[in-house]
């Protein structure tokens, strides 16, 4: 198996190399610091956990996946050898750039970098590069390890060959690659977030409370998550960046962040990650409690 590094320890970069060390590659996980490093090995032995109680992965594979992960603070160390590097980092334009362009000098000259951003053009970070043609998009979805999908993201000079390695190791992790062309949002946040800013537009407008717009949309649309939910879990920060690139990219209306977003986002109330969003939550408990917007 081709050895493969992932920038960020973070819940993506975590979910990643978790997916990729349990179907066999040789993984580096690269983080800034070691707590931050630390942290992300845990989450992936508590998670690989999880299968192990319903069965889906015994002890021993999970012992031997465990071992396959290798951790670094220096990036160039940990991309020396790679097929494929998978960054995961904030999303921050000006943080990826500067990534990239390292990623570039350190990596063979036949690896391929892949971002795992959610809306950062990836024309734009592959022009930092001098191998835009080996620049790509993979974007997993959180949870990585529950859910199928990979979107695979063509840049505009991305070389078709790239692309079919890209859809082949995707499938080969037990994902369902889909390819779509480099445009603002892609096609999953172009079609899920304003979806989610609709349901905060209902909440402001007072059509509905937190908990009815959510049960709307489960019970009515068999959603897993009600898109308020959905939010708090992605992030009301990365849900108002995501905006941002939508409104900035398209130029219409329609995907100006409702106000009341905004406001929260600027109060710090960004969802699961700091205890409340439109819902509170205790550490350790999966009990979420709806606020009162009135
Ligand atoms: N690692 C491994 N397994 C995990 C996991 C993790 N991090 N999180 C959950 N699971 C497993 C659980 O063990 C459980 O497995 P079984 O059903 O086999 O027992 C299963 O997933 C369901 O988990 P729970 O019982 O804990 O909770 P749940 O039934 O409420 O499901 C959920 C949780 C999977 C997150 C579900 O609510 C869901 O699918 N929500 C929507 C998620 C979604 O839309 N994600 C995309 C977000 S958008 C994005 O990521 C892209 C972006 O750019 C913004």
Same mark, same amino acid.
């Given at each position: 198996m081709q050895p493969v590094s992932i920038i960020g320890s973070g819940t993506m970069g975590n979910g990643i190399a978790h997916v990729f060390a349990q179907h066999g590659y040789p993984v580096t996980l690269i983080d800034v610091s070691p707590d931050a490093l630390q942290k992300g090995l845990s989450t992936i032995s508590k998670n690989m956990d999880r299968q192990v109680a319903k069965g889906a992965l015994t002890l021993e594979k999970k012992s031997d996946a465990m071992s396959r992960i290798r951790t670094t603070t220096s990036l160039a160390a940990g991309v020396r050898e790679s097929a494929l590097v998978v960054e995961a980092a904030t999303e921050d334009i000006q943080l990826k750039l500067r990534?990239?362009?390292?990623?570039?000098?350190?990596?063979?000259?036949?690896?391929?970098?892949?971002?795992?951003?959610?809306?950062?053009?990836?024309?734009?970070?592959?022009a930092a590069t001098q191998r835009p043609q080996q620049v790509i998009g993979m974007h997993f979805m959180n949870?990585?390890?529950?859910?199928?999908? *990979?979107?695979?993201?063509? /840049?505009?000079?991305?070389?078709?060959?790239?692309?079919?390695? $890209?859809?082949?190791?995707? @499938?080969? +992790?037990?994902?369902?690659?889909?390819? *779509?062309?480099?445009?603002? /949002?892609?096609?999953?946040?172009?079609?899920?977030?304003?979806? $989610?800013?609709?349901?905060? @537009?209902? +909440?402001h407008e007072g059509v509905a409370d937190v908990a009815s717009i959510d049960t709307v949309m489960r019970l009515g649309m068999a959603h897993p998550m009600g898109p308020l939910q959905l939010a708090d879990f992605i992030g009301l920060d990365v849900c108002l960046a995501i905006l941002r690139v939508l409104q900035e990219g398209y130029g219409q209306p329609a995907y100006a962040p409702c106000p009341l977003l905004v406001n929260m986002v600027a109060a710090g109330k960004l969802g699961v990650k700091s205890g409340e969003g439109f819902y509170k939550y205790n550490p350790g408990s999966k009990e979420a409690l709806p606020v009162s917007f009135q």
């Open positions: 990534l990239f362009q390292q990623l570039d000098e350190a990596c063979p000259s036949d690896c391929i970098l892949a971002s795992n951003t959610s809306s950062i053009s990836i024309t734009r970070i592959a949870p990585v390890p529950v859910m199928k999908l *990979v979107e695979v993201i063509n /840049g505009y000079a991305t070389d078709p060959v790239v692309t079919e390695k $890209v859809v082949s190791w995707s @499938r080969h +992790l037990g994902k369902e690659p889909c390819v *779509v062309n480099d445009y603002p /949002g892609f096609v999953a946040n172009r079609i899920l977030i304003p979806m $989610v800013n609709e349901a905060i @537009r209902c +909440l």
